[in-house]
């Protein structure tokens, strides 16, 4: 079975960085898309990014491309994504998500194959 957790979310001021991390478990990943949604309070769940982590393309919401960056290590089975100039509508809950193929572009919501229970990233102003 899948496992993916979470860590590293917290509380910064605007203009600050953090670095999520998103440790796999359960499978070889080799063949998979690995990624980040976000889900601020009242809105729905985003994409944030993806990697496809046997050549490690990747791709970015317009929303955060500049600013995050996405990456993975293969030794440690684990992906990251750093969060740099953080603002205030950055504030959401973050979750890794993982599908088993090869995605082209970005990731649906509603085509996730294994969740992450997400960490929690909230900027102040």
């Known amino acids: 079975q899948v496992q993916l957790v979470e860590s590293g979310g917290g509380l910064v001021q605007a203009g600050a960085s953090l670095r999520l991390s998103c440790a796999a478990s359960?499978?070889?990943?080799?063949?998979?898309?690995m990624g980040w949604f976000r889900q601020a309070p009242g809105k729905e769940r985003e994409f944030v990014a993806c990697?496809?982590?046997?050549?490690?393309?990747?791709s970015y919401a317009d929303s955060v491309k500049g600013r995050f960056t996405i990456s993975r290590d293969k030794v440690r089975n684990t992906v990251y994504l750093q969060l740099n100039s953080l603002k205030p509508e950055d504030t959401a809950v973050y979750y890794c998500?993982?599908?088993?193929?090869?995605?082209?572009?970005?990731?649906?919501?509603?085509?996730?194959?294994?969740w992450g229970q997400g960490t929690q990233v909230t900027v102040s102003s």
């Open positions: 359960g499978q070889t990943f080799s063949s998979y898309t």
């Open positions: 998500a993982a599908v088993s193929a090869y995605a082209l572009g970005y990731l649906r919501g509603d085509r996730i194959d294994y």
């Open positions: 990697i496809r982590w046997s050549v490690g393309s990747t």
